[in-house]
């Protein structure tokens, strides 16, 4: 069981910027791949960003630019920094981290809410 908690979310005004961070319990070392979603209210919810073990990364399209994703295995952490916030940004964005050696293991993070004012 890996346990994920995210922090660095809040309230910024639009043009602004964040950086949310990851944090696992156990080692992230092995991770097949580490991402970002997020949920608006009364929107399904999306992916951000991806990551795999070998740092190729994936952006989603309404952030590429100005997302950017990556992860310290030594630390066990897993970040996201956030440029050019816009309204649209606004949701709860948690992590997620996929383990495959071994059989297929998920873990999520409980989310932390980014809120962009106008």
């Known amino acids: 069981q890996v346990r994920l908690v995210e922090s660095g979310g809040g309230l910024v005004q639009s043009g602004g910027s964040l950086r949310l961070s990851c944090a696992a319990s156990?080692?992230?070392?092995?991770?097949?791949?580490m991402a970002w979603y997020r949920q608006a209210p009364g929107k399904e919810r999306e992916l951000v960003a991806t990551?795999?073990?070998?740092?190729?990364?994936n952006y989603g399209d309404s952030v590429k630019g100005r997302f950017t994703i990556s992860r310290d295995n030594a630390k066990n952490t897993m970040s996201l920094q956030m440029n050019s916030l816009k309204p649209e940004d606004t949701a709860v964005y948690s992590c997620?981290?996929?383990?495959?050696?071994?059989?297929?293991?998920?873990?999520w993070g409980q989310g932390t809410q980014v809120t962009v004012s106008s």
């Open positions: 156990g080692s992230i070392f092995s991770a097949a791949t």
């Open positions: 997620n981290i996929v383990y495959l050696l071994g059989g297929r293991r998920e873990y």
């Open positions: 990551i795999t073990s070998g740092g190729s990364t």
